[in-house]
């Protein structure tokens, strides 16, 4: 099995002949879904129609068409991806890929909200031009189409709105706590990978779910797709995080240290605070200071994280995720799309 060697994005510049395995797969579900997508989006009514149309970059905010950067899309793909693992044309899990793209970004536009972030995909969020409640509606209103869609398609199962909407849940649950710990200084790890559980494993396990039951696999088949979704979205967040403080702005779309400023409890961030290191003391101590850092601060905090030892813990867990994820292909032949999107969720820039 070839493995991608540079994620999301770096991959133009990973092999020399062109786009890579996992560009195409990516490419391929975007061609595939945005269709369905764009169709569902533009039955919204007036202003709904115009800031989800906004989001996802398919016009400007006075309605001017554009072709603005929009997400990776790597959620649809591992939907088809799974689909086609367990049997199933990508055709068949259409109408899934694209309702868990939709909750994806439901969460993204109240994530927005509740984290006031003024960008998302190098443009100003959706809440920044319109204000939260016009945005809370947007977000409100993307949910309604992703069960609108599966609902009105006549091959999917109840099941499967049941599957998306348990996901729902766990979204919720997972960004309750995430944002109860910004006022708490004492966080634990296993506090901190619970919420990455519930904020990311679970849509990917059930993106992975749902590419399974287009395929009607067997309950043990479709335990199987949930576990390396989950554990895949663990790896996704570990990576994230990485990223939001060693990530490239030119590449993530964020300031240098962007989550250190914003004092966010993320896992490097946790894993130093808990290292009971000297290093360790004095980023807890920059932490408790409310004062707002200047680039020589967020460059000490930065080599804290280091050397209390956060990057390494967290690079390690990513990729123990990863392994685990994997594992869970071994019985299924069909399965490449997976592991190229899996090692791409891993090693990517953005
Ligand atoms: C209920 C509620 C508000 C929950 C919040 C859930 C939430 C926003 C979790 C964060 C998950 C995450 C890392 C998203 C970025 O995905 P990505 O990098 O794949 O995004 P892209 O599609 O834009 O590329």
Not at 58 to 63: A, F, I, M, N, T
């Given at each position: 099995m070839g493995t991608a060697t540079a994620g999301f994005g770096g991959l133009e510049r990973s092999s020399a002949g062109g786009a890579t395995a996992v560009a195409r797969i990516l490419a391929r579900a975007k061609l595939a879904t945005d269709p369905l997508l764009r169709a569902a989006v533009e039955t919204l009514p007036g202003e709904l129609r115009m800031m989800g149309g906004y989001h996802f970059g398919?016009?400007?905010?006075?309605?001017t068409p554009t072709r603005a950067e929009s997400g990776k899309g790597l959620r649809p793909a591992l939907v088809l991806a799974a689909a086609r693992a367990a049997g199933a044309s990508a055709e068949a899990a259409l109408p899934a890929a694209v309702a868990v793209e939709l909750v994806h970004n439901f969460t993204l536009i109240h994530d927005d909200v509740m984290d006031h972030d003024e960008m998302r995909h190098g443009r100003p969020t959706i809440w920044k031009l319109w204000g939260a409640t016009d945005a809370i509606l947007a977000g409100d209103a993307l949910q309604g189409l992703a069960i609108r869609l599966l609902a009105s398609e006549?091959?999917?199962?109840v099941g499967a709105i049941a599957r998306l909407e348990q996901a729902v849940i766990e979204l919720c649950l997972g960004q309750f706590h995430d944002c109860a710990f910004?006022?708490?200084?004492?966080?634990?790890l296993d506090e901190c990978l619970e919420v990455v559980r519930h904020k990311c494993g679970s849509l990917l396990g059930c993106a992975c779910v749902l590419g399974a039951l287009a395929a009607e696999a067997p309950p043990g088949v479709i335990d199987t797709m949930d576990t390396f979704g989950r554990e895949l979205g663990i790896a996704f967040q570990l990576v994230d995080d990485l990223l939001g403080i060693w990530g490239d702005p030119a590449r993530t779309?964020?300031?240098?240290g962007a989550d250190l400023v914003r004092r966010k409890h993320s896992l490097p961030v946790v894993a130093a605070l808990s290292s009971g290191t000297p290093a360790g003391r004095e980023l807890a101590e920059l932490y408790r200071d409310g004062r707002p850092m200047d680039p020589v601060t967020i460059a000490r905090a930065t080599d804290l994280v280091t050397l209390a030892g956060g990057k390494r813990w967290v690079q390690a867990e990513s990729r123990r995720y990863l392994d685990s994820a994997v594992s869970q292909?071994?019985?299924?032949?069909?399965?490449g799309d997976l592991h190229h999107l899996a090692h791409a969720v891993v090693h990517r820039d953005r």
């Open positions: 398919w016009w400007d905010e006075r309605g006549p091959g999917v199962g910004e006022t708490r200084q004492d966080v634990t779309g964020k300031p240098v292909l071994a019985n299924f032949p069909a399965s």
